[in-house]
């Protein structure tokens, strides 16, 4: 057997760790550049909103309220692009944009956005932003109604490509994210039609006598029973000529008419921000890609470059002679030069970080006082639209004590 040297064996051992790293510095190399340069295309063909397929007579159509998204701040991590004016805003706006499209299936009564799910009514739509930002949405919706059932609970996301934000292609596409909502209504309307007459007209009766125990429970609670799930089901009906129920139903035809006043708040609010919105997308989209982009060159720089100082230090360890020493202090400072270019480049992206955040703090929502004329009193309510809202239901309650003292 052929005996090898200390020596020759430190030299195999140094030749084929280098050369190791260098095919390791080219793999990386190679799968930066080729990344780097390319952009997610995703069709954004819409979707067709689905109509019923029957028509639904005006009896038998089920209001349905939307409140505003829950804004997912809580689910978001320091890595997130996510700046709270922007998301409160897309709360109320993502909320309104389904609320249109719902209202265009013509397969529901009244859709409105709402402050909370306390406001009364047959179907609720609640979700949680998961993701937003100009190239990806992902929300998480839940729909149900006011027997307690749950007709669904499904994630639903969207991947916008670059085509959504071509000025030439933008007129025929619609908004990069329409689909989102589209799919959400389609879902529903499936739902419904599984529905018979005696299901929806159950649900306006709850509706109704859940609207009335608010005001008064000992008269209208005995109406309805709960299970062990918390659905609610009739157990009977007040008669047509109850004079509390009537009381009631003038309350709560108030009650519309403020209802459909914040509806008002939201359409303008969303209009408002549209166009600003928009831009603001279009400018995210590519801050985004790029600051991916950007971060994930930076991140296999440095890997690179940390490959390289670790190289280059092995090599002058184990090098005998001056000219390996040598090449192994050279390849040590390519090590810290790409070192620097990956730190660079995580900078940069931070700058594109900072932009999206300047402009998403322009973005931001104040809602007027409202003045509500009464027989003997105005009353003006202020603060958030919650919290107007809270004001208003205990109004609601001050009247129908009033008015149950005057039958």
């Known amino acids: 057997m052929q005996c090898i040297s200390k020596s020759k064996l430190n030299r195999l051992k140094n030749r084929s760790f280098n050369i190791r790293v260098l095919f390791l510095l ?12 390319v952009d997610k295309i995703t069709s954004s063909t819409p979707i067709q909103l689905l109509t019923p397929s ?19 701040l809580y689910l978001t991590d320091d890595d997130d692009l996510v700046f709270p004016e922007v998301r409160y805003a897309e709360s109320i706006y993502f909320a309104n944009q389904l609320a249109k499209v719902l209202e265009r299936s013509g397969a529901w009564g009244a859709v409105r956005v709402i402050p909370n799910d306390l406001v009364i009514t047959d179907v609720f739509v609640k979700a949680i932003i998961l993701h937003s930002d100009g190239e990806k949405m992902s929300l998480e919706v839940s729909v149900s109604d006011i027997s307690g059932k749950i007709w669904f609970t499904k994630k639903y996301q969207k991947v916008a ?52 125990e608010k005001f008064s429970p000992d008269a209208f609670s005995n109406y309805m029973t709960t299970n062990k799930k918390g659905i609610v089901s009739l157990t009977s009906l007040p008669s047509e000529n109850d004079t509390l129920l009537e009381r009631v139903r003038k309350i709560r035809q108030r009650d519309y008419v403020y209802i ?22 279009t400018a995210t989209y590519d801050s985004v890609v790029r600051s991916r982009q950007l971060d994930r060159q930076g991140n296999r720089r440095i890997v690179a470059g940390i490959g390289s100082i670790l190289a280059g230090i092995y090599g002058r360890t184990q090098a005998e002679t001056r000219l390996a020493s040598d090449a192994g202090a050279a390849t040590a ?21 900072e932009s999206i955040a300047e402009m998403g703090s322009s973005l931001e929502s104040e809602i007027a006082p409202q003045v509500i004329a009464l027989e003997d009193r105005t009353i003006t309510l202020t603060g958030t639209v919650k919290a107007q809202y809270d004001q208003w239901q205990k109004l609601m309650e001050q009247i129908y004590i009033q008015e149950r003292g005057s039958i």
């Open 260 to 281: 459909d006043t914040m509806q008002d708040y939201y359409d303008s609010f969303s209009q408002q921000m549209h166009f600003a919105y928009q831009d603001y997308r």
């Open 54 to 72: 029957t028509p639904i007579p005006e009896s038998f159509l089920l209001d349905v309220g939307i409140p505003t998204f829950n804004d997912g």
């Open 26 to 37: 080219c793999c990386i190399s190679i799968t930066s550049s080729g990344q780097a340069s």
């Open 333 to 353: 400072a390519v090590g810290g030069f790409i070192l620097k270019s990956g730190l660079e480049k995580k900078q940069q992206a931070a700058s594109f970080d």
């Open 161 to 212: 490509g670059k085509l959504a934000y071509d000025r030439k292609m933008k007129a025929s596409l619609g908004d990069p994210f329409q689909n989102v909502f589209t799919q959400i209504a389609n879902d529903m309307l499936m739902t419904r039609e599984n529905l018979t007459n005696k299901n929806v007209q159950d649900l306006r009766n709850i509706s109704e006598l859940k609207f009335a």
